[in-house]
């Protein structure tokens, strides 16, 4: 069975920085692209970012390029998400996914 | 960067009602696509991954087909239960921007 689990959120304040991490379990999880993905209270998903089997390939949605990093280390099943100068737009759910495979999440709250 | 679009973004049906979701992708996909109802305060639910399969506990009227460009969700007979958004999404990539499928 494929586990995800989540961990890292929390309350930061804006322009603070916060590292997420996801792990794997139940897969072999170097053969798997992987993303994270949020969800915003009251709103819909959204694509965060992803990563390649390797780490060589990353992608990111336009609002977040520059500001968040995503990262994998296969040799523990590992993916994480680097967040710096996060903003209240930043606040969600976040969960980590590989294809249908999601997490149960962890919350981001960017607040003063 | 493939993207997705989602029609309708509203759709107002009746319990009992045939419903059906359309996405299309800029590129071929393959199957590599899920479904997903969102009820508010709510996990998102997996309904259909691998464009047609029917994950497991959900329901035999929700149904889902296509590959390439063009997937369709299908509900067959709308249950009150099934009043809620709906989301495609290109495996670890975008998500359609959703259909909100409420009561006429």
């Known amino acids: 069975e494929v586990q995800l689990v989540e961990s890292g959120g929390g309350l930061v304040q804006p322009g603070g920085s916060l590292r997420l991490s996801c792990a794997a379990s139940g897969l072999s999880f170097s053969n798997y692209w992987m993303s994270w993905v949020r969800q915003a209270p009251g709103k819909g998903l959204e694509w965060v970012a992803n990563i390649n089997l390797d780490g060589s390939r990353k992608n990111y949605v336009d609002s977040v390029r520059g500001r968040f990093t995503i990262s994998r280390d296969n040799a523990k099943n590992s993916l994480f998400l680097q967040m710096d100068t996060l903003s209240g737009e930043d606040t969600a759910l976040y969960y980590c996914?590989?294809?249908?495979?999601w997490g149960r999440g962890t919350l981001v709250t960017v607040s003063s | 960067d493939i993207q997705i679009t989602q029609s309708p973004s509203t759709l107002s049906a009746s319990v009992g009602d045939r419903v059906t979701i359309t996405c299309r992708a800029r590129q071929s996909i393959s199957t590599w696509l899920a479904w997903y109802q969102v009820k508010p305060g709510k996990a998102p639910k997996l309904l259909i991954y691998a464009a047609s399969s029917l994950e497991r506990g959900v329901p035999s009227r929700f149904s889902g087909s296509g590959s390439g460009t063009e997937f369709t969700l299908t509900i067959s007979s709308l249950q009150p239960d099934d009043f809620a958004t709906y989301y495609c999404h290109q495996y670890n990539a975008y998500f359609g921007p959703g259909t909100t499928v409420d009561i006429k």
């Open positions: 996914a590989i294809n249908q495979f």
